[in-house]
């Protein structure tokens, strides 16, 4: 059964950093895109970042432009997403999600559908 394990969450002050991690059970993550959304409360869930099987393409969503980094380590199967300057409203739970195929969708609600694998999410709370 194919896995992902989110890690690196925690609480952080404004204008901190945190650095999230992905990482597989049962399959090989360099074979897939990666993607990044979170959920808040009240909220819809929104997406944050993808990258590519090979790294070579990588969105940001604009909220987190100039703040956020998506990168990848294939040799050890594991995608991170480094955060800093970290602001309240970037507090919620923050899932990884891998598909296949490249998502070619802007960050609208059919973002999330392009990627049928998920994990269970690791919570962020940015607060003082």
């Known amino acids: 059964q194919l896995q992902l394990v989110e890690s690196g969450g925690g609480l952080v002050q404004p204008g901190g950093s945190l650095t999230l991690s992905c990482a597989t059970s049962?399959?090989?993550?360099?074979?897939?895109?990666v993607g990044w959304f979170r959920q808040s409360p009240g909220k819809e869930r929104e997406g944050v970042s993808y990258?590519?099987?090979?790294?070579?393409?990588?969105s940001y969503a604009d909220s987190v432009k100039g703040r956020f980094t998506i990168s990848r380590n294939n040799a050890k199967d594991t995608v991170f997403l480094q955060m800093n300057n970290l602001r309240p409203d970037d507090t919620g739970v923050y899932y990884c999600?891998?598909?296949?195929?490249?998502?070619?969708?802007?960050?609208?609600?059919?973002?999330?559908?392009?990627?049928?694998?998920w994990g269970q999410g690791t919570q962020v709370t940015v607060s003082s």
């Open positions: 990258i590519s099987d090979t790294g070579d393409i990588i």
């Open positions: 049962g399959f090989a993550l360099k074979y897939y895109a």
């Open positions: 999600a891998a598909s296949l195929w490249t998502p070619t969708s802007d960050y609208g609600p059919e973002l999330a559908e392009s990627f049928p694998t």
